[in-house]
């Protein structure tokens, strides 16, 4: 049982703030952590130690900075097996995917660290003779920063690392499903971090829109639902902060011809289902060209008849439960719509209760076909395990189904003719393209999307540095 929420040095709270739990989703009967949510009233005070806490980090070199902040992740890496286990019990995941979690968000916030210490601006020659202007960088101040429950360590380093590297301090407020891996990692950051310089608050939505609404927090970095994205934009509007926001995504893969049918299906099928569907870029629509069809729908049966439901804790278990409740019964309430607006169900569609699995909130992987671009599981985010089965004839076709949606988030192409992979790179319209493999992004590499998807500066990669710095232009005469 995880417990967090009494005042202490990294975990702001309060013994006056009202009380939650977080329970095991493939056992809800048993309470994995307790905690204690920080009083809205409660932040301004954290917002001025943050800003206090600040100044000094922000007068660091950057090489500084990035030295301090590699021991605060190497003790993160000294305490990956408690995490990871935190992320099983409170998030459902297999104890694998967490671990491939972990490991993931220390390779990211290594490169951010050593990408934030090498932040040097630019020399651009001047108009006037005698001069030399200079682009240069400051940290942006103190950053807010809201996370969802599906990825507990990933989302919250994203935002972590790079944040401190470039100078700021941060105020995370983490899922309240899953607030034990952030909370851990508060704690590791003690007697490394200055006090106040990376501070946790606890609660749910009351929480996030009073701490997006402090006059001190200049950025406001969101992982998210769009629906609280659009809120939280609002908010963070009133104090004209800067924002980043990552939003949902109605990911597609399309395929038109590969050499390697069983790599192909194998990536796209690990796409749709890994944490259960519920990542921002699962693969819940296949756009298959109706020759392959028949092959492409088999295969995807076999995957998902194959996979093996259970607590993430046993050893077996290739897929976990859904968060909680409410996202169980939402992801059968669009299968069912589906079903009602004309697809079929090839396997799945409904809860998986048996074999052990009680009261968790399990959901078989389903496969529907026959899907109309125009249905409702072909449009809306599912997040969970559910992939769609579309076709085309042609591939203008194709990328018009692909772009039919409101969100822009990641796509993949699976074909071998450089024509179509050029109308793709140029048509698809989301943030992250992938040819001939799944949706799995590189540690290094610009995420985020457009439309619905995202506002503002990707995270990760170089694009981060636009959020968490400001900038200035600068003009030095020599006399
Ligand atoms: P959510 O929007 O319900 O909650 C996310 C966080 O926002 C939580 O910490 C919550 O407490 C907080 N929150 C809720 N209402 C708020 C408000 N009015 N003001 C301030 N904070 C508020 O999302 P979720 O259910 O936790 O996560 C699922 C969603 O996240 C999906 O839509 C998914 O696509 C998206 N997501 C996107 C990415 C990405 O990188 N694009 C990654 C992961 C998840």
Redesign the pocket.
């Known amino acids: 049982m995880y417990q967090f929420g009494q005042a202490s040095d990294s975990i702001r709270s309060s013994n006056t703030g009202a009380q939650f739990e977080t329970r095991n989703p493939a056992d809800p009967k048993t309470v994995t952590g307790e905690y204690v949510s920080t009083p809205p009233e409660t932040l301004q005070e954290i917002a001025a130690l943050a800003a206090q806490a600040q100044k000094g980090w922000g007068a660091l070199p950057p090489v500084e900075r990035a030295r301090i902040v590699t021991r605060f992740l190497d003790r993160v890496e000294a305490q990956a097996g408690q995490i990871t286990l935190s992320v099983t019990r409170e998030q459902g995941k297999p104890l694998a995917e967490a671990r491939g979690e972990l490991g993931k968000s220390l390779r990211e916030a290594r490169f951010m660290v050593s990408e934030g210490a090498r932040a040097d601006g630019q020399v651009v020659p001047a108009q006037r003779p005698g001069m030399r202007n200079l682009i240069i960088t400051r940290p942006r101040g103190v950053i807010a920063a809201?996370?969802?429950?599906?990825?507990p360590v990933l989302?919250p380093m994203r935002k972590i690392a790079p944040a401190l590297v470039h100078g700021n301090a941060i105020i995370l407020?983490?899922?309240?499903y899953t607030p034990a891996a952030a909370c851990l990692m508060a704690e590791a950051a003690r007697d490394i971090l200055p006090d106040g310089l990376f501070q946790i608050v606890l609660g749910?939505?009351e929480t996030?829109?009073a701490l997006?609404s402090l006059p001190a927090v200049q950025g406001v970095t969101f992982?998210?639902?769009?629906a609280?994205g659009r809120?939280?934009y609002k908010l963070a509007a009133d104090n004209l902060a800067e924002i980043s926001l990552?939003?949902?995504?109605k990911n597609a893969a399309i395929i038109n011809d590969t050499h390697d049918m069983t790599a192909c299906l194998d990536q796209v099928v690990n796409a749709a289902f890994q944490c259960a569907g519920q990542r921002?870029t699962a693969i819940s629509r296949v756009i298959v060209s109706s020759r392959l069809a028949d092959e492409v729908t088999q295969g995807l049966i076999e995957r998902a008849q194959r996979v093996r439901l259970g607590d993430g804790m046993k050893q077996d278990t290739t897929m976990g439960p859904l968060i909680h409740a409410d996202q169980l019964r939402r992801v059968e309430r669009l299968v069912q719509q589906g079903l009602t607006e004309g697809a079929q169900a090839l396997t799945g569609a409904q809860r998986a209760s048996n074999d052990g699995l009680g009261d968790g909130y399990f959901y078989q992987p389903t496969i529907l076909s026959g899907v109309d671009p125009a249905a409702t599981v072909a449009r809306e985010?599912i997040?969970g395990p559910v992939i769609s089965v579309l076709t085309y004839s042609d591939f203008d076709e194709a990328l018009q189904i692909l772009n039919t949606v409101d969100y822009g988030?990641t796509s993949a192409l699976f074909s071998n003719n450089n024509e179509l992979v050029q109308r793709f790179l140029n048509a698809s319209q989301n943030g992250m393209l992938h040819i001939n493999h799944g949706t799995v992004p590189d540690d290094h590499m610009p995420f985020g999307?457009i439309k619905n998807?995202?506002v503002g500066a990707y995270s990760v990669g170089s694009s981060s540095a636009r959020f968490y710095t400001t900038e200035h232009s600068a003009y030095i005469k020599f006399e």
């Open positions: 809201i996370t969802p429950w599906n990825f989302t407020k983490p899922s309240e749910g939505a996030g829109a997006v992982t998210g639902s769009v609280t809120a939280i990552e939003l949902g995504g921002c985010e997040f988030l999307g998807s995202g």
